[in-house]
């Protein structure tokens, strides 16, 4: 079995592994490579790989990562403040959420779904790959600041739509 330790910073690649989401957040994982190789990640914790990243095996050889085609719900609305009104509520339920350019895409949920339909959006389901925002926690989750950052997400949010 192949055993992979560590990122790197190398495009060139001589194998891929397509993964969801779901397993690009764990740290210890048994897989196989797109060729079939076994191959066993042994990451550092807390670390979600994205599409694009790469990783050395113990014998040397890079390993692309690709985010693999998952079903999600993609949500649309009819003006930028419902949009934005949409994510806030997945995002204080603590959703993860990839952001597009007029849309939101999650996991597939369908009480989720007909929240978002309470509030406007047109919900419906693609195939894609899933990269949600990494968040303003990616570093760690800590809440004792937020009040000053919301309050500033806020307010640039009312000039905006005062332009």
Same mark, same amino acid.
């Not at 994205?50 to 050395?56: I, M, W, Y």
């Given at each position: 079995?192949?055993?992979?330790?560590?990122?790197?910073?190398?495009?060139?690649?001589?194998?891929?592994?397509?993964?969801?989401?779901e397993?690009?957040?764990?740290?210890?994982?048994?897989?196989?490579?797109?060729?079939?190789?076994?191959?066993? =990640?042994?990451?550092e !914790?807390?670390? /979600?790989?994205? *599409?694009?990243?790469? #990783? $050395?095996?113990n014998?040397?050889? %890079?390993?692309?990562?690709?985010?693999a085609?998952?079903?999600?719900?993609?949500?649309?609305?009819?003006?930028?403040?419902e949009?934005?009104?949409?994510?806030?509520? =997945?995002?204080?339920r !603590?959703?993860? /959420?990839?952001? *597009?350019?007029?849309? #939101? $895409?999650?996991?597939?949920?369908? %009480?989720?779904?007909?929240?978002?339909?309470?509030?406007?959006?047109?919900?419906?389901?693609?195939?894609?790959?899933?990269?949600?925002?990494?968040?303003?926690?990616?570093?760690?989750?800590? !809440?004792?600041?937020?009040?000053?950052k919301?309050?500033?997400?806020?307010?640039?949010?009312?000039?905006?739509?005062?332009?």
């Amino acid at each position: 079995m192949l055993v992979i330790e560590s990122r790197c910073a190398e495009a060139a690649h001589q194998e891929e592994l397509s993964l969801p989401f779901e397993l690009r957040q764990k740290s210890r994982l048994r897989t196989k490579l797109a060729s079939g190789e076994e191959a066993g =990640l042994f990451l550092e !914790h807390g670390s /979600v790989l994205r *599409g694009g990243d790469c #990783l $050395r095996a113990n014998d040397g050889r %890079v390993v692309r990562i690709v985010a693999a085609n998952e079903e999600l719900m993609e949500a649309k609305c009819a003006t930028p403040f419902e949009l934005v009104r949409a994510a806030y509520h =997945l995002g204080n339920r !603590h959703v993860p /959420v990839q952001i *597009g350019d007029g849309w #939101l $895409r999650f996991q597939a949920d369908e %009480v989720l779904a007909q929240m978002l339909r309470g509030l406007k959006a047109t919900v419906g389901k693609v195939t894609a790959p899933f990269e949600p925002e990494a968040g303003a926690y990616a570093g760690g989750h800590h !809440h004792h600041s937020m009040d000053a950052k919301h309050s500033g997400i806020i307010h640039e949010f009312r000039d905006f739509k005062k332009k």
